[in-house]
Structure formats: C-alpha cells, structure tokens
C-alpha cells in the first residue's frame, strides 16, 4: 500500500478550490493506471489533509522570509515621517478599480530605493495579511480587510465587500483631518488609533450581519412564496417536467410558440424541495403544501 507521499508523487496531486469554497483533489497522472482512481478516492480525506499541511506550511515559511526580508530593508533603508510611525495603525482607500478599503498596521516604511522605485518612500502595510493585527484587536481578518476574506456570516462576497466598504468609507469621510501626508499616488492613509479599528471593525461585523439577515429573509419569503403558488394553482404537476409542459402548452396556445408572458406553474417537486430549504434554515412557520 503506497503512503501519502507516494501516492501525491506518483498521481501528482494538487489542491484545489472550488469557487463555492469546498477544497478538492486534482490528480494529473492517475489514468491508465490500474485501482488509482480508486486508491485516491479511499485516502481523499487524509490526501487533503496533508496537502492543506504541506500548503500552510510552505505560506508559513514564504511569509516568514518575506517579513525578514522587509525588515531588513527597514533597518536598511530607514525614513521618518511626520504624521506616521511603524506601528501605527491605518484605515486606507485605494482609487484603482475596484475601490478599496481597509485597515492595516505601517508595519514598514522604507525609502524608495529599497526597491528601485521612484517615490521618496514606502509605507509596507500588513505584512502577514492583517492576521497578526486582527489577533491583536481580537476580531477576525476579514473585518479589516475585504481582501483576505471569503464569505463571512453567508454572505455573499460582493455584498460583503460593499458593506466593509461603506463602513470605512463613511468613517473616513468624517476623518479627513487624519490624512496621512505622504500617501501612495493611488492609496491614501488615515491615522486611526487602536479603540477606533475595534470599533470600526465592530462595525464591519454588525453591517455584514444585517445584510446576510435582509437576504435571509428575502431568501425565506421567496421559498414560502413559490409553496403558496403551487397551493393557488388550479394545475398542479407533480414534477419540473410536467410543469414545462403545461408551460408549453400555454406559450403554444396563447403566444402561439413566440415570446410573452406565461404563467411560471410550480411543481409539487418545487414545493418540496423550498420546504426542505426552509426546514434547514429554522424556519418554524412554514405553509402546507395542498394537493
């Protein structure tokens, strides 16, 4: 019996990520060769867990190099500048498509010749990602930064990011005395003290929860909705395939196979399966479905 390692050597095995966010195999040299399909299929869950090991493992050690890296060039390539210091905590707004908004620690600032770069200095914000800085204010990264996050509390990541945004953008707003002087041509800088990230990013949490609620509850109308529909319904189909063709029946008679309105009838299958999404999601009051 192969291990582990073997069997990621020999069937060259790779993680991947689905855009639902489920982590998955991808095996590139598994085919024509006997049981390897399978082996892979019996160790999937122990091959995944070595895989996400070995993966984090090598972020660790990148990132660990990285930040030695820049701190060195910060002892190197040291720059003092009026309004900021390293350490210093952060709520910034980058202009480039798609805006952006964030909090960040100036874990760095460095003179523009640390990297050949044109600019007088170079403020590095974050350099492990926010993670060490959310572990400090006690909240979690993705209430600082939009970037470095899924889908927090089931909602969608573009209601997400919109929401963060709006947050910081409105704190901003009223803080635009705080403007770090020297900023990024693109990315501008305000200084923001410790109590106010915790709260700004209480804030995050509390925007973010009240939209997954709204869509929540649109979401649960929307399914007792269509159970309501099909109870209404002279017709009643059984299946989404009766359903199309009493459909067809109707675009047929009335619009004579063209295009126009006809009714959208549910089936009895449809009904079903809202009411089976609302029993998963707590929902106590939830209609009978009526032959």
């Not at 024509?32 to 993966?55: F, H, S, T, Y």
């Not at 202009?95 to 640390?114: K, L, N, V, W």
Request: proline residues 3%; charged residues 35%.
């Amino acid at each position: 019996m192969k291990t582990l390692d073997e069997m990621i050597r020999e069937y060259r095995i790779e993680l991947y990520k689905a855009c639902d966010g489920r982590i998955g195999l991808q095996a590139w040299k598994y085919k024509g060769k006997p049981g390897a399909e399978e082996e892979i299929r019996a160790n999937k869950d122990a091959l995944v867990a070595e895989l996400v090991r070995r993966e984090r493992k090598r972020k660790t050690n990148e990132e660990r190099k990285h930040r030695e890296h820049i701190l060195n060039l910060q002892k190197e390539y040291p720059v003092n500048l009026p309004d900021l210091n390293v350490g210093d905590l952060v709520a910034w707004y980058d202009q480039r498509m798609p805006f952006s908004y964030g909090i960040r620690r100036a874990d760095s600032i460095c003179t523009g010749e640390a990297f050949d770069w044109d600019p007088e200095y170079v403020i590095i914000l974050s350099l492990d990602h926010g993670e060490s800085l959310a572990e400090e204010l006690s909240v979690e990264c993705w209430q600082l930064d939009a970037f470095q996050a899924g889908e927090p509390l089931g909602l969608g990541h573009d209601d997400y990011e919109l929401q963060m945004h709006k947050v910081i953008r409105d704190w901003i707003e009223a803080h635009k005395e705080r403007r770090i002087s020297a900023s990024h041509p693109t990315t501008t800088y305000y200084h923001i003290e410790r109590d106010e990230a915790i709260a700004l990013a209480g804030k995050v949490r509390e925007a973010v929860a009240v939209k997954a609620q709204s869509i929540l509850d649109n979401n649960i109308k929307r399914h007792i909705d269509v159970i309501s529909r099909y109870n209404h319904q002279n017709e009643k189909p059984l299946t989404e395939a009766e359903a199309r063709k009493l459909w067809k029946r109707d675009n047929d008679m009335y619009n004579e196979g063209g295009s126009g309105y006809v009714y959208d009838y549910v089936s009895r299958e449809r009904a079903e399966e809202c009411v089976a999404w609302l029993q998963e999601h707590d929902v106590t009051d939830i209609p009978a479905i009526k032959d």
